[in-house]
Structures are given as structure tokens and as C-alpha cells.
């Protein structure tokens, strides 16, 4: 078991012989010289990561109420104006209250006209004063109750536009099959439903990147902000649908997460 460090030790006193010597310090001395180059002379550090590419300006579109998502008249990457419908709900609850509501608004309209035929229908010589008192009572009560019935429908009206959910800003819509994702699904008030971004802002690139190549990130940004404080690690990219690396962008590094997920 010994053979191979006997050849190894042969071989050694080959390179440290007189005729070899000079030969095997020049090959030490770029040997050393390599090394000292890895340590001293900066080079680009390269890596492979997921991430996305997305405006800087981009928000989320949420549901108002809860309700089922019935139609989704967008698509992804599809232009929309601040306030344009991009998704409608449907709540059967709210559905039965309006049709119940207007059960009542249709029932107190008929009272209403009751109530006066019997105030005309009062003979004005025999009609006695409490007669008098008890129709102007129920015109009163009617009124009241008319009055109520249309703040709740007020109400409720405002409340069903609010199932026309709309965009919150000019853009695109930017989440990924939105219309499979959504259509037929029921969702709970606040939910968020898509993204809408502004192509025309800067743009941010998130990456994913792997723990382990963290450190030499953080390493750089420190060492330089050691310099200036403001300073941001400058960075450039090719991304996986344009790989010509004539096609490279540039950018910085404005924000590293703490938390590994």
C-alpha cells in the first residue's frame, strides 16, 4: 500500500535534481504567482438564478367584498386604465337582500297609495278627528318606512358596483394566466386577486438566490459601502428569454432580505 507515495517521492527528487531545478522553480513561482492573482485581482462573480423582472410601480388589485369571481375581461399582459373593470363578482347574498328590498320598496308603494285613497275617500263633514289622525299617522309611518327602505337600497346598490372590481392604476396586468386562475373562484373581501404594473417606471429585478453564494453578495456590497455609505454594488444580468450576451442590462443591488425562505 506503500507503492504509490514511494513513486510520488521518486518522482520529487526528479524535480529537484540539478537539471530540473530551475525548471520546477519557475513553475512554482507562476504557480504562486496564480495564486496570489486569484486573491488580489478582482474577477466577475457569475451565477444562474430564478427571479422576476417587474415595473417598480406595480399594485394589487383586491376583492371589495365577498363574493365568486364570475368573469375576468382581462388577460395577462393586457393594458387597463386606472378604474377599468378587470373582474366581476357575484354575491348571492347580497343578490337575495336586493330582491327581498325591492319586495318591500314595491310593498310600501302600495301602501303608500292605499293610505292616501283613504285620506280622499274621508268625507270632510263626517270624518271624525281621530279618523283624520289615524290616516295622516299611517301617511306618516309610510313615509318613514319609504325613507329607510331607499337608504338601504342606497346602500346596497353601492355596495353590488363595488362587485365590479377595478384597476387602481394605468398599466398591465401582469399575473400569469389570470383568467384560469380566477374565473368561477370564490374569494373573501381583501383578497388579492391580480397585479397591475407600469411598464412606462423603472424596473426591478428579484432574484432567488441560492444561500450558499449569499455570502460573496454581501461581502462586495460591504466592502464597498466601507467606502461611501451610499454606495450600491453594480450588477449585470442576461435574462433566460434574450441569453445573446450582447442583450446584457445593468443594474443595483437596492435591497437584500434577511431571511432565507
Known amino acids: 500500500f506503500l507503492l504509490p507515495l514511494w513513486r510520488f517521492i521518486g518522482k520529487s ?9 530551475p525548471k520546477t522553480i519557475l513553475a512554482a513561482i507562476v504557480l504562486a504567482g496564480v495564486i496570489t492573482a486569484m486573491w488580489l485581482v478582482p474577477w466577475d462573480f457569475t451565477m444562474t438564478a430564478s427571479g422576476k423582472l417587474l415595473p417598480e410601480s406595480r399594485r394589487g388589485v383586491f376583492a371589495a367584498l365577498n363574493g365568486i369571481i ?30 327581498q328590498l325591492q319586495g318591500q320598496i314595491a310593498a310600501n308603494a302600495k301602501a303608500a297609495r292605499a293610505a292616501e285613497s283613504s285620506r280622499s275617500s274621508l268625507d270632510p263633514a263626517r270624518a271624525t278627528e281621530a279618523e283624520r289622525l289615524e290616516v295622516s299617522s299611517e301617511i306618516d309611518r309610510i313615509r318613514i318606512e319609504a325613507a329607510s327602505l331607499k337608504q338601504q337600497y342606497d346602500l346596497l346598490a353601492t355596495e ?11 398599466g398591465k396586468v401582469v399575473t400569469w394566466r389570470v383568467n384560469e386562475l380566477l374565473e368561477g373562484r370564490p374569494v373573501n373581501a381583501g383578497t388579492q386577486i391580480m397585479e397591475v404594473a407600469d411598464p412606462s417606471t423603472d424596473w426591478e429585478l428579484q432574484i432567488d438566490v441560492p444561500e450558499a453564494k449569499m455570502g460573496h453578495i454581501e461581502r462586495q456590497r460591504r466592502a464597498i459601502q466601507e467606502k461611501d455609505p451610499n454606495a450600491q454594488l453594480e450588477v449585470t444580468f442576461i435574462l433566460a428569454t434574450h441569453p445573446d450576451p450582447e442583450d446584457k442590462l445593468r443594474g443595483r443591488v437596492t435591497k437584500i432580505d434577511t431571511s432565507a425562505e
Open 13 to 21: 527528487r526528479v524535480l529537484v535534481t540539478a537539471r530540473n531545478l
Open 70 to 99: 364570475m368573469d375576468v375581461p382581462v388577460a395577462e399582459g393586457q393594458s387597463v386604465k386606472k378604474g377599468e373593470v378587470v373582474a366581476l363578482q357575484q354575491s348571492t347574498e347580497r343578490d337575495e337582500k336586493f330582491v
Open 160 to 170: 353590488k358596483a363595488r362587485l365590479k372590481i377595478t384597476s387602481p392604476i394605468n
